[in-house]
């Protein structure tokens, strides 16, 4: 049994007495092929300490044999000690064997550090010295794909798909589906995934293929994989969002309504999910679960104005107005918005405030001139007021340019003509 193979040995029985002494011996008396499979070894085990040593000394004894310095630069630079690494990786020549070997270890570098231009032009100076190297064009792709160099990406992609499936533990035809889908190809991607349904193991690629499936009307195939996703990872809250849409587009209130209140329960923030579960429970006439549902949201978020709106929407279905324009009472007018003030016009007519809800028609008739269905309660709430004659004929007027063949106001339009 060789020093190393005997220091080994006594790291994994986690017996360290003899460790300085084997080490020396070893380092004076074991084949350099010996060595360099202990600091590998080394390395694997954690031990990057003592790994530096061996090639520290396997460097002294080896100065042209490159690839130790590559192997002590990634040690060092795993280390945090950045600058011997790196200073280690720039000192190997361009002749050397190793050079690609250098820069690989370059871009990576500059890579997990998010200088993603520097580390494609160390790739690019890889592609001119082993153009059919495939390791170099998975880089380039990478790279490409998370600058936005879609195109590019893709191309790589398919030709690697030509050699392997798998890349540095990335499935690559889940990396081209999703470039297609980025390029908005969602057809193509589409195809890609059902023909590699198999393969989509990565919780985060099963969702992006729910995406992918919705932007093609696919709703049960992007419910099958987001129930995987939720089925994986119960606070994957984004899926819940999603799986509520696709719920949607099947018309399936009762799911929508469940999936909303399920993702509520891992994410009481997010406003999307008290919106569309709310709008479900409309929809099956549970008003009180709907209102519930938006009390909670504004109860998290405060200052969420849709769902402000979409509560006070609600209360005008329920008829419910004392409660409409309490919702708004603490709220400066000059931050309210357009819609509330709308709103609160209903709500002021239904319970006979007509001056105030005169005034908050008027408010807003600048914002809503154009709104069809604004113009006509506002004129069907005129037409009731005394002495209103001239400002309904002037928003019938504007009305029915707008609509025409509405023979209701055109006959209150012909009669106050008379």
């Known amino acids: 049994m060789s020093y190393s193979e005997e220091l080994l040995d006594s790291i994994q029985k986690q017996d360290f007495s003899k460790e300085k002494i084997l080490l020396k011996k070893a380092l004076d008396e074991d084949e350099p092929e010996i060595l360099a499979s202990l600091a590998e070894n080394l390395t694997g085990l954690g031990f990057t300490d003592i790994a530096k040593e061996v090639y520290r000394s396997l460097i002294a004894r080896f100065p042209k044999e490159d690839l130790f310095k590559i192997y002590l630069a990634e040690i060092l630079l795993n280390d945090g000690k950045d600058d011997d690494g790196l200073s280690l990786l720039y000192a190997i020549p361009e002749d050397s064997s190793a050079y690609l070997d250098s820069l690989l270890v370059q871009a990576d570098y500059y890579q997990t550090n998010g200088l993603l231009e520097t580390a494609y032009s160390k790739l690019l100076k890889a592609a001119k010295v082993a153009p059919e190297e495939d390791v170099v064009k998975f880089g380039l792709a990478e790279l490409d794909y998370l600058s936005g160099r879609y195109e590019q990406a893709l191309d790589l992609y398919q030709d690697l798909l030509k050699r392997h499936k798998n890349f540095s533990e990335i499935n690559l035809n889940d990396r081209l589906f999703q470039t297609l889908a980025k390029l908005g190809r969602y057809e193509e991607a589409s195809e890609v995934i059902e023909k590699h349904a198999s393969e989509l193991l990565d919780i985060d690629s099963k969702y992006q293929a ?199 106001m055109q006959d209150l339009a012909n009669n106050l003509l008379d």
């Open 210 to 408: 729910a995406l992918v499936m919705l932007a093609v009307n696919k709703d049960d195939q992007a419910i099958k994989y987001l129930d995987e996703v939720i089925d994986q990872s119960p606070d994957y809250v984004n899926a819940y969002r999603l799986l509520a849409s696709a719920y949607e587009h099947k018309n399936d209130n009762d799911q929508v309504l469940r999936s909303a209140q399920a993702g509520i329960a891992y994410n009481e923030l997010d406003a999307s999910l008290y919106a569309i579960g709310a709008k479900a429970a409309v929809k099956l006439n549970e008003f009180d679960t709907a209102e519930e549902l938006l009390k909670k949201g504004l109860k998290f978020l405060p200052e969420n104005v849709d769902l402000r709106l979409q509560l006070s929407d609600l209360y005008l279905k329920e008829n419910k107005h004392q409660e409409n324009l309490e919702l708004f009472s603490k709220i400066p007018d000059n931050e309210l918005e357009p819609q509330a003030h709308w709103n609160m016009a209903l709500s002021y007519e239904a319970l006979e405030q007509t001056e105030k809800a005169k005034s908050e028609f008027l408010l807003v008739y600048p914002e809503f001139q154009d709104n069809t269905a604004f113009l006509r309660q506002m004129i069907l709430f005129f037409n009731a007021e005394p002495n209103s004659t001239t400002i309904v004929q002037e928003l019938l007027n504007r009305y029915l340019k707008l609509e025409p063949e509405d023979t209701e």
